[in-house]
């Protein structure tokens, strides 16, 4: 089984920064992909940014140029560096995983998720 533990979630003021961090634990061979999703009030859940063992990277367009993702492999951790926050950027920020497990194959594994909340 797979868990992840997400952190660093909180109150900024628009224009801060917030640095969220997701460590997977448990019993798996690798990680395929490893990402952060949010969804705020009233709306669907969205990727926000994913990112690959090999460290190929996508963007939801919303967050280009503001946000970073990237994982460090040896310790199963995938970050979120959040700059330049607007208040649109308000949502619960869930982290993702696609482990692959023996005997299960290839899973996926939500982490419980974090509140973010940008005021203005």
């Known amino acids: 089984q797979v868990q992840l533990v997400e952190s660093g979630g909180g109150l900024v003021q628009a224009g801060g920064s917030l640095r969220l961090s997701c460590v997977a634990s448990?019993?798996?061979?690798?990680?395929?992909?490893m990402g952060w999703y949010r969804q705020a009030a009233g709306k669907e859940r969205e990727s926000v940014a994913t990112?690959?063992?090999?460290?190929?990277?996508d963007y939801a367009d919303s967050v280009k140029g503001r946000f970073t993702i990237s994982r460090d492999n040896a310790k199963n951790t995938v970050y979120l560096q959040m700059t330049g926050l607007k208040p649109e950027d308000t949502a619960v920020y869930y982290c993702n995983a696609q482990p692959f497990v023996l005997g299960r194959g290839d899973l996926e594994v939500w982490g419980r998720g974090i509140p973010v909340t940008v005021s203005s």
């Open positions: 990112v690959t063992r090999d460290g190929v990277t």
């Open positions: 448990g019993i798996f061979v690798s990680i395929r992909a």
